[in-house]
């Protein structure tokens, strides 16, 4: 059980915990300096000396600090402080968000079509900044999306992010690195290469960007199965229904959208996050559109919302990645 930090800690007035979480928790803090409300996220003293858990949390704001874009929550600062006495800990500061994540609005009806079309072209704008700077984010979902009450939406969580181009500035001696074949993303939203632990790119992100569309539209995930093989099993076998047989009234060029990067293969979805932005930003502008009609959602599916799919880390058979290969 991680103890209450004391009320100050260096530069900040902790005022309330907002979050919590394996790693840590994370509080509604006042920079004194300037006199600005952050949150204040602290890793678990327990913790602190794990080198895995502790590069993870590193390179989080590292990346974060990377990418300036007004979808991304802004981190304004890594350290480290005192607790009690000699213990001590790593945090970040980060932008205070007056909102809620998306695995709030994952319901069905929750958001007018409108709104999710403006939230998925918000994301891919961000992202296309994200892989500009030479970053493929890795775990696009709704637990990781804020929404505020204006309807911006806000990308956090860096922490199993990979850096494709340039270095970043870790603690000396830190090593950042991934296992070989290990599952990096979240089960449900992982694209077929990261299921198969093949590297990630940012198509890698279209897909898991897709999929949660497709949830906040459709009320649940594209894919049936929990494990690493049902999901994999299901993408070649069980392609995702198409929306308007989950949504009648989905807005058909949103569907074709949302389906275009959904595709097993990472050649048939759009040729980067800036194109799928502009499009959805196209879609949204155009008058003929249909995504001012409202979902017609059958009342035995308005169903409230499971959450995110776990993580699964179980392996692949060498049938399946020979397969996938030789496609």
Sequence with gaps: MMVEPPRRLGDYEVLGKLAEGAMGRVYRALDRRSRDEV???LLHPKIQFDPAL?????REALIAQRVEHPN?????ELGEVHLFGAERTLFFAMELIAGRDLLHHVSFGSLSQRAIADIGRQLAAALAVVHSRGVVHRDIKPSNVLLRGDGQVKILDFGLAKVTEGELEPEEGAVYATQIGAL????????????????ATPKSDLYSLAALLYQLLGGRLPLGGTSRGE????MFSRPAEPLSGLAPGVDRGLERIVMRNLAPDAKKRHPSAQHLANELATLLDD???GVDRPLDIP????VAPRGDAAAQSLGVGRRLSAWWRRR
Excluded at 54 to 58: A, G, Q, S
Excluded at 184 to 199: I, K, N, R
Aim: hydrophobic fraction near 40%; charge should be neutral; charged fraction near 30%.
């Design 299 to 302: 009342p035995e599916r308005a």
């Design 287 to 289: 008058p003929t559109s």
């Design 54 to 58: 502790r590069e993870r949390f590193v």
């Design 72 to 76: 991304v929550v802004r981190v304004r």
């Design 39 to 41: 949150a204040l996220k």
């Design 231 to 234: 999901l994999i099993d299901a």
């Design 184 to 199: 990096v993303g979240t089960a449900g939203y992982a694209s077929p290469e990261q299921l198969l632990g093949e590297e």
